[in-house]
C-alpha cells in the first residue's frame, strides 16, 4: 500500500480550515443565547428611555414562521418537537420580565405633558361669558341676610374630600361670635376629562342639593381658566351677593385661621377699599418653555407684572370686589389668574396690602433652625393663611387648635388671650425679582 505524505503547510491550512467552520459553526448556534442574555441585562430605565418595551422586541431566534402556542398546561409544552420549543434564553426572559412588572414603580417612567397651546387661547380669549349650570340665588339672601364674611374657594370636581374638610373646619356656615355670619361657596368648572369622573354633572346636582353651596360654569376647568373662574365669581357677586361685607377668597388645600381674619376685618368699614394678602412685587413672567407658568413674549410682552396677591388666599371688600367686577370687564384676559386679578387692581388704582399672616407659599424650615416644628399649632394659631396642605392635616391642624388640652409656650389655654396681631399689616408688598422664585418657590411642611 502506497503511504500518502502530507506537507507540514498543507496539514496547518486543513487544521485551521476545520476550525475556522467549528467557530462560524458555534457563532450561528450561540448567537440567539447571546442576544438574548445581553437584553436580559438591559436595564429597566434604559428601556424607557429607548422607549421600546421588552416584551415586543423581536429575537433573532425566533423562527420566520413559528406558530403562537397557547398557555396550555406544561405536559404539551414538552410534547412538542425541540425544533418548535423556545430557547432556554427566551423563557427566562420572560419570566425576568414579569418579576420586573411587578416590582418596578410606575412612577419611574413619567409622561410628557402636552405644551400649552396658547395660539388656541388667543382666538377663544374673547369669549367671556359662560352658561351658569349650578347657581345658589338663596346663599345670599336667607333669613339670615347678607353674609359678614363670604368664603369662596376654587375647587374642581374630583376633589371631593377636599371640599369636605373645608365644610367640617375652618369653611364651616354659621354664626359666630359677635352675631356674624359665614356663608360658603365653591367655584367649579367643566371637568377636563369627563370620562375620568363617571357621572359627574349628577354627583354634583346631588352634592349642591346636600349642602347648597356649589357654584358651576359651563367653562373647562383648566389652569388657564382660572382666570374665567374669577370672572364670573364676580360677576356672580354683583348679580346674587352685591351686599357681602367682605370676602375670603382662596384655594381648597390650605388652612384658615378664621378667628384671626374676623379680627382683622372689625372695625373696618365696608364701604371702603380693602384688599389684604401675600401680595408679590416686581415679578417677571417666566420665559422657560417647562415652566408651568410660562407666558410667551406675545401674549405678555412686559418684563414686569403688576403688584398681586399669591392665589393661595386673600381678603377683600364686597365694595372691592364690585369695582373690581367693573374693571375686569375692561381687562384683556390673561392666562394667569392672579396676575390677571393684580391688572385688574392697577386699572382702579388700589395697591394691595401685605400682611406677614398670610403664607400662600407655605411655610419654609429656617436654615438656622433646623430643628424647629413648623407643624405646631401654636405657630399655625398667629397666622392667617397657610398655603400647600394635604386633607389629613387641614383636619389635625383644627382639632389641634380648638383643643383646650393643648398648651402653647405661655402655658395658657389656647383661647385664653385674645389673638393681636402687632406691626403685622404693610403696605410694603413681597419683593420677587428672581425669574425662578415667582411662582416655584419650593415649599414643605415638615412634622
Not at 431566534?61 to 432556554?88: G, I, R, T, V, Y
Not at 396676575?339 to 382702579?348: D, S, T
Request: net charge positive.
Amino acid at each position: 500500500m502506497r503511504r500518502v505524505r502530507i506537507k507540514g503547510d498543507v496539514l496547518c491550512t486543513l487544521i485551521l480550515l476545520v476550525l475556522f467552520c467549528i467557530l462560524l459553526y458555534a457563532h450561528q448556534a450561540l448567537t440567539p443565547i447571546w442576544e438574548t442574555v445581553r437584553i436580559e441585562h438591559v436595564s429597566t430605565s434604559s428601556r424607557a428611555l429607548l422607549g421600546t418595551p421588552l416584551k415586543g422586541m423581536s429575537l433573532p431566534s425566533k423562527p420566520p414562521n413559528l406558530p403562537q402556542c397557547n398557555p396550555e398546561p406544561k405536559l404539551q409544552a414538552q410534547a412538542k418537537p425541540k425544533s418548535q420549543s423556545k430557547p432556554k434564553g427566551q423563557m427566562k426572559l420572560k419570566q425576568k420580565d414579569k418579576k420586573r412588572k411587578a416590582t418596578t414603580p410606575k412612577a419611574n417612567i413619567v409622561p410628557t405633558l402636552p405644551q400649552f397651546d396658547f395660539e388656541d387661547y388667543l382666538r377663544k380669549k374673547d369669549q367671556r361669558e359662560f352658561r351658569m349650570l349650578i347657581d345658589q340665588p338663596e346663599k345670599c339672601s336667607g333669613p339670615e341676610g347678607a353674609p359678614y364674611l363670604l368664603i369662596a374657594i376654587k375647587s374642581v370636581a374630583a376633589d371631593f374630600d377636599k371640599r369636605q374638610v373645608v365644610r367640617h373646619t375652618w369653611g364651616r356656615e354659621g354664626v359666630v361670635q359677635k352675631g356674624v355670619n359665614i356663608k360658603t361657596v365653591f367655584l367649579l368648572g367643566v371637568p377636563q376629562n369627563v370620562t375620568a369622573l363617571p357621572l359627574w354633572d349628577r354627583l354634583l346636582e346631588y352634592e349642591s342639593r346636600t349642602f347648597r353651596d356649589i357654584l358651576l360654569w359651563d367653562f373647562e376647568d383648566t389652569f388657564f381658566n382660572l382666570t374665567l373662574k374669577e370672572t364670573h365669581f364676580l360677576q356672580w357677586i354683583n348679580m346674587s351677593c352685591s351686599k357681602v361685607k367682605f370676602i375670603f377668597k382662596g384655594d381648597a388645600d390650605v388652612y384658615v385661621n378664621i378667628e384671626n381674619i374676623l379680627e382683622m376685618l372689625d372695625g373696618r368699614q365696608i364701604d371702603q377699599d380693602l384688599f389684604v394678602g401675600d401680595i408679590i412685587l416686581h415679578a417677571k413672567p417666566i420665559r422657560r418653555r417647562n415652566s408651568k407658568y410660562f407666558v410667551p413674549e406675545f401674549i405678555y410682552g412686559q418684563g414686569v407684572y403688576p403688584s398681586y396677591a399669591g392665589g393661595g388666599g386673600f381678603v377683600m371688600s364686597g365694595h372691592t370686589a364690585l369695582r373690581l367686577h367693573m374693571a375686569c370687564k375692561e381687562v384683556e384676559l390673561f392666562p394667569i389668574d392672579d396676575v390677571f386679578l393684580g391688572m385688574c387692581l392697577l386699572r382702579i388704582g388700589l395697591q394691595p396690602t401685605r400682611h406677614e399672616g398670610f403664607r400662600t407659599f407655605g411655610i419654609v424650615r429656617p436654615s438656622a433652625a433646623p430643628h424647629l416644628q413648623v407643624f405646631d399649632p401654636c405657630f399655625y394659631r398667629e397666622l392667617m393663611v397657610v398655603h400647600s396642605l394635604t386633607v389629613p392635616q387641614i383636619w389635625l391642624m383644627w382639632n389641634l387648635l380648638h383643643d383646650p388640652s393643648v398648651r402653647c409656650h405661655s402655658h395658657q389655654g389656647p383661647t385664653a388671650l385674645p389673638f393681636k396681631w402687632k406691626n403685622k399689616i404693610s403696605t410694603v408688598a413681597k419683593t420677587e425679582s428672581n425669574e425662578d422664585n415667582d411662582y416655584e418657590m419650593r415649599v414643605f411642611v415638615k412634622h
